[in-house]
């Protein structure tokens, strides 16, 4: 049951909507056609010169110097600005920024603007870091910022929130449910609109909501963007899929979201990261291979399923996608509208952090 949303009666109706097989490869809904700029790629790597000095340890660390991944992305005073995950040499994450004039090259700021510290957070996020952002703005221009936090065991979604991308207030775990906060959960996508450069959280029947997870997607609602319910089974108190991975397919193995789920007027549009199983999968690549496809959900009923693309749209097929921290590895997960083109940023092989331009 979508506790606090629907009643028993709605209920059912979500139930079997997740359970319906959508149509596939409907070209009308998709977002296709990126070409990853070859000139340019990776955009970002690693730096060992950078340095910042933790205040949990109280050391100095080289806090990008082992790997950066994983980006989101906006636009703002009509400059691209990517928040990104980096690495030190002990595998902690925290994220930094960097700005572009043209969305292809990038001035990295010389220190991190959100990491562990010694705050209400620090047992979730010690020692493992915050992971993989995810940007949506809220309609008064607060920047929302889901990512995962990883105390070095348990991964937990989190989420915070700034005026300037650069000051932010940490707001705590999204499932804070005393039945979910010592679970894994990762990888939260908010429903937003395009309002022309800006991706706008949206409301649909009167709640904004969130895909999330990374097995199958399961679904949260809010009223307010801070505060999060789970979609749950009413009789088993499960939480509910609303996307699995597929056998034979480049997803077999999990699904995951990539940046936010965007409202259309076909539906919602979420783009997502897929990985390959060792069996039963695509045998066209590599076992555990991340590749990207497309979903669609219905316009007024996010939770149902009625389109998903057959084939991935990205993969990797370059060295530097193909061979590092993680290999086989293009995870998408920072899109923006800029200069009247579509910008997708995604981490290669774990380790660096390359585009694709949609003209």
């Known amino acids: 049951m979508l506790r606090s949303c629907f009643s028993a009666c709605i209920f059912a109706v979500f139930f079997c909507a997740c359970n319906q097989t959508p149509q596939q490869n ?6 296709t056609g990126f070409v990853k700029e070859d000139s ?14 933790c205040p949990v340890s109280n050391q100095t660390v080289q806090w990008e110097e082992r790997n950066v991944l994983n980006p989101s992305a906006v636009v703002k005073d009509g400059k691209v600005y990517l928040l990104y995950r980096a690495q030190d040499r002990n595998m902690t994450s925290r994220l930094g920024l960097a700005v572009s004039e ?45 990512y995962t936090s990883y105390d070095g065991k348990t991964a937990r979604l989190c989420l915070a929130t700034s005026k300037d991308l650069q000051t932010w207030t940490k707001h705590g775990l999204v499932l804070s449910d005393a039945k979910y906060k010592n679970s894994w959960s990762k ?5 937003a609109k395009q309002n022309g450069s800006k991706m706008i959280a949206t409301k649909i029947n009167g709640k904004y ?27 088993s108190k499960k939480m509910i899929s609303v996307l699995h991975p597929r056998m ?53 009923a996010p939770w149902k399923l009625i389109g998903r693309t057959d084939s991935n749209f990205i993969r990797p097929d370059k060295d530097y996608e193909r061979i590092g921290e993680v290999n086989e590895v293009c995870f998408v997960e920072g ?14 092989a774990d380790s660096k952090i390359a585009v694709a331009v949609k003209e």
């Open 248 to 300: 034979g397919y480049f997803d077999s193995r999990l699904v995951e979201p990539g940046p936010y789920a965007l409202l259309k007027d076909e539906g919602v549009l979420l783009i997502y990261n897929g990985s390959n199983a060792a069996n039963f999968n695509d045998s066209s690549m590599p076992k555990f291979t991340y590749a990207a496809g497309q979903a669609l959900f219905a316009k007024d």
């Open 102 to 146: 043209d969305g292809l090259h990038f001035t990295k700021m010389k220190q991190p603007v959100f990491y562990p510290s010694n705050d209400s957070m620090q047992v979730y996020e010690w020692k493992g870091g915050v992971e993989d952002p995810r940007l949506v703005e809220s309609e008064d221009g607060t920047y929302i910022l889901t």
């Open 26 to 31: 409907n070209k009308n809904w998709t977002l």
């Open 40 to 53: 340019l790629n990776p955009i970002l790597q690693p730096d060992s010169l950078q340095q910042f000095v």
């Open 335 to 348: 899109l923006v509208y800029f200069n009247n083109k579509w910008l997708l940023y995604y981490g290669t």
């Open 187 to 191: 990888s939260g996508a908010i429903v």
């Open 209 to 235: 909501w969130m895909y999330f997870g990374d097995t199958d997607l399961f679904m949260a609602s809010s009223a307010d963007l801070i505060h999060w319910t789970v979609a749950e089974n009413e009789e």
